[in-house]
């Protein structure tokens, strides 16, 4: 096996944006259940396919309104849990907003403590007027938390992974992924531009769906739910996200193989063999 196109891969050819990527977990009677959004068909990224929402890491993310407007969690340790020097925090940041604008599901409280209460109809309306702001990007998060009067609720999300768009993609991204428990009392709701349908599917009901052809799911999502999938209970993920005192990040490698495009994972993180079909992201024994 031999990596695709050797002579032709420049690791610098595609610079690699800065990402941030919610999985929002509830539960429900078959166990974990994880949020999964489908994209709009006629998107230039993975159209069609279903994803966790997120999105790249704005300017605004790194300002220190959006620093100063988070509680549960200071730059100081968001970067220390990251590996960073500084501006670890401007991926929660980005991870609150993406699951805002995409999910409208705002993980944020009141300045007092107190939980943000959307069932009210009139919060639920002033919320979907600043949903739609922040999308639009007339507004920052920052200051669409201070117009209602709220805080960004920093310590509900939990570091979980971190992949790096395999080189020679035309686009590529170095992705936190956090997982977080949805919000009881918001519902989950689709934007209707980059995204066009909302569902809950256990882990392993979203992988079946996948391996029937039903769906599209790209790697990095496929071995998020296979690792979702050895959990009981959101709890339970997000204790073991919490615990975590580092998470390495994983750079795929595209190669090929005698019946198409191959993934390799670099140390064989999983302990399957390393090695992945491109399309299904289901191990293969060697270079089968």
């Known amino acids: 096996m031999s990596p695709v196109r050797t002579d032709a ?87 609150i907003r993406e699951s805002f604008e995409e999910a409208g599901v705002l993980m944020a409280r009141r300045t007092d403590g107190g939980p943000v209460d959307a069932s009210d109809p009139t919060v639920s309306e002033r919320l979907a007027i600043l949903r739609a702001e922040v999308d639009a990007a007339t507004i920052t998060m920052a200051e669409a938390a201070a117009r209602e009067g709220l805080v960004l609720d920093a310590g509900r999300l939990h570091h979980f992974s971190r992949w790096i768009t395999p080189v020679g993609a035309h686009r590529r991204y170095d992705t936190y992924f956090f997982v977080a428990a949805a919000p009881e009392d918001q519902e989950v709701r689709h934007d209707d531009r980059e995204l066009i349908g909302t569902n809950w599917w256990t882990p392993h009901e979203a992988l079946r769906r996948h391996d029937d052809g039903e769906i599209v799911l790209i790697f990095p999502t496929v071995r998020t739910l296979v690792a979702l999938s050895r959990f009981e209970r959101s709890a339970d993920v997000l204790a073991h996200a919490a615990g975590l005192s580092q998470v390495e990040p994983v750079l795929p490698l595209l190669t090929d193989g005698p019946s198409g495009a191959r993934i390799v994972l670099p140390g064989d993180p999983e302990g399957t063999g390393g090695v992945y079909d491109a399309w299904s992201a289901r191990p293969l024994d060697g270079d089968t």
């Open 9 to 95: 891969l420049d690791p610098d050819a595609v610079p690699v944006r800065d990402a941030s990527t919610v999985v929002l977990l509830r539960d429900g009677s078959e166990g974990i259940e994880v949020c999964l959004m489908r994209r709009n068909l006629d998107s230039d990224f993975v159209g069609g396919a279903h994803v966790f929402p997120g999105g790249g890491v704005d300017a605004a993310d790194r300002s220190v309104a959006a620093s100063l407007s988070c509680v549960g969690l200071d730059d100081a340790e968001a970067s220390r849990r990251l590996g960073l020097d500084n501006g670890g925090l401007a991926f929660w940041v980005a991870a």
